[in-house]
């Protein structure tokens, strides 16, 4: 994460001075070249294809059909730049799908919309959330979809409903391509609550055990990690609130139900997030409390011993004072006598604290 900041930094420096529009790369580079894949389909006809130049998608533009053309990799400012010509793109939209630091976020145009989502999935090398910014330009017989270029996403299942099927999914339009892609990555923030979850027991459960130093790490690790998916999560109440609303012709009456639909699950994503913030909040002040509570166990035992053996301690004290004249020292049971005296007072003193609950 921290390398990432710094790349970032630098990539922002970059850009100081020059024109708004300008296509510079923001963020990692997840690709090494560009992979483009394009889908053309109706209610009686699916057609999916890959292409190594960007030039071969602009057959597609014009087609009755719906096309969904979607780019793994957006360092390739060229091919950014060709798509923004092909599309009529506004500058500013190109420049945003370059910066993949974004904030989810939805513009509308003239012609198209553009939306901003972050896809989430979980790092099984790394065992953390790992984020992907996913960009989607809607137009009225097309969706293009801009991801950052790692290996596989969460439209796997769209991807086979759209060749396998002829129903719903083939017989609406772009708006609900758009829809399905956007209720995908929602979908996906599910399985991702759920491996935090089971993280999140987990740990409850080292809480209450045996509390260490690597849980207190794990808790600040699973805090900021929750920090991190609100981020990306909190925003898209809104997005989907305004897609739904738009006055855009590009959205039909049809849609908008299935919008209101995907609005809701965000909401249970986000009072989700919510919860386990604050559970992860509760578990760090319990682990305070149990190392509190453990430190005071430990200090009550090492008081009773050292208040056991302070009059033990005076009586040994007393007797080992060089005075001639004490008549114990004479006496033949002294010894004896002094230490029953000594028993008989630690004795006493731990039924008194056991009395107490003290002990």
Not at 41 to 54: G, L, V
Not at 75 to 98: F, R, S, W
Not at 113 to 138: G, P, W
Not at 327 to 340: D, K, R, S
Request: hydrophobic share 40%; with cysteine.
């Amino acid at each position: 994460m921290q390398h990432h900041t710094k790349i970032s930094q630098s990539k922002r420096s970059q850009k100081a001075g020059l024109p708004p529009g300008t296509l510079v790369h923001i963020g990692r580079q997840r690709a090494e070249k560009a992979k483009i894949t394009v889908i053309d389909y109706d209610e009686t006809q699916f057609t999916e294809e890959h292409f190594d130049s960007i030039e071969a998608c602009f057959s597609f533009r014009d087609k009755p059909t719906v096309t969904w053309i979607n780019i793994d990799g957006i360092h390739d400012a060229t091919i950014i730049e060709k798509m923004g010509a092909c599309y009529n793109l506004h500058p500013l939209v190109l420049e945003d799908i370059q910066n993949s630091e974004q904030r989810p976020k939805i513009e509308s145009y003239s012609d198209y919309i553009y939306i901003v989502l972050k896809m989430l999935y979980f790092d099984e090398a790394s065992n953390a959330v790992s984020t992907e910014q996913v960009s989607l330009i809607v137009g009225h017989n097309y969706v293009i979809s801009f991801q950052e270029g790692l290996e596989g996403d969460v439209f796997g299942f769209l991807r086979e409903r759209l060749r396998n099927e002829k129903g719903r999914a083939r017989r609406l339009g772009a708006d609900y391509l758009a829809y399905s892609l956007i209720d995908a990555i929602v979908d996906g923030y599910f399985a991702i609550l759920e491996r935090l979850g089971e993280k999140i027991e987990l740990l409850e459960d080292r809480l209450v055990s045996n509390p260490t130093t690597s849980t207190l790490h794990d808790i600040h690790y699973l805090k900021r990690e929750m920090i991190y998916l609100r981020k990306a999560v909190w925003p898209l109440r809104e997005l989907i609130s305004i897609f739904s609303r738009t006055d855009s012709d590009i959205v039909q009456e049809s849609t908008r139900l299935y919008l209101r639909d995907v609005y809701d699950h965000t909401i249970q994503v986000i009072d989700t997030v919510e919860s386990y913030r604050d559970m992860v909040s509760g578990m760090l002040d319990i682990y305070l409390s149990s190392v509190s509570n453990r430190l005071n166990a430990v200090m009550k035992v090492l008081t009773i011993i050292a208040t056991i053996f302070m009059p033990l301690t005076f009586i040994a004290g007393v007797y080992g004072m060089n005075f001639r004249h004490m008549p114990e020292l004479e006496w033949p049971y002294g010894y004896y006598m002094i230490w029953g005296v000594m028993i008989v007072i630690a004795v006493w003193m731990l039924v008194f604290f056991r009395r107490k609950k003290w002990l």
